[in-house]
């Protein structure tokens, strides 16, 4: 048991206050509208000589149209859902190689500006 639609009076079956039905009617309504016809109600639009362009006769078959587009695009975006959902492959990240010991005593020799073989036999005598 859901709301009741508030254009038909029908079970909507979720929290919407309208029901798909009338979502489809209006929406098409809304995009294609009778020109000087409210899209929601159908009636006559009559702005009380204010300047005014809304195509809804009043503040209420606004709001309505505001709920149908939300739904709307909540549809809209809920197709998109199943790829958005997918989680992104992160890309893993490359455990370093710990440099070798060689490689250590090897950098170490060059900044001390001796060959390696010398400054291993440094190392060994305890010279280093
Ligand atoms: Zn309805
Ligand atoms: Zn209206």
Redesign the pocket.
């Known amino acids: 048991m859901g709301e009741i639609?508030?254009?038909?009076?029908?079970d909507?079956g979720a929290k919407w206050k309208?029901?798909?039905?009338?979502?489809d009617r209006l929406n098409e309504k809304i995009h294609h509208p009778e020109p000087g016809i409210c899209p929601i109600c159908g009636k006559k639009v009559v702005h009380n000589g204010k300047k005014n362009n809304s195509k809804y006769c009043s503040p209420d078959c606004y709001n309505i149209s505001i709920k149908v587009n939300q739904k709307i695009w909540h549809i809209e975006h809920r197709k998109h859902l199943p790829q958005d959902i997918v989680p992104r492959q992160t890309p893993k990240k490359r455990t370093v190689k710990r440099k070798s010991r060689l490689d250590e005593n090897a950098l170490k020799a060059r900044e001390m500006g001796l060959s390696y073989g010398i400054y291993m036999a440094r190392v060994r005598s305890g010279n280093a």
């Not at 639609?5 to 029908?10: E, R």
């Open positions: 639609c508030i254009i038909c009076g029908k909507t309208i029901c798909d039905d009338c979502i």
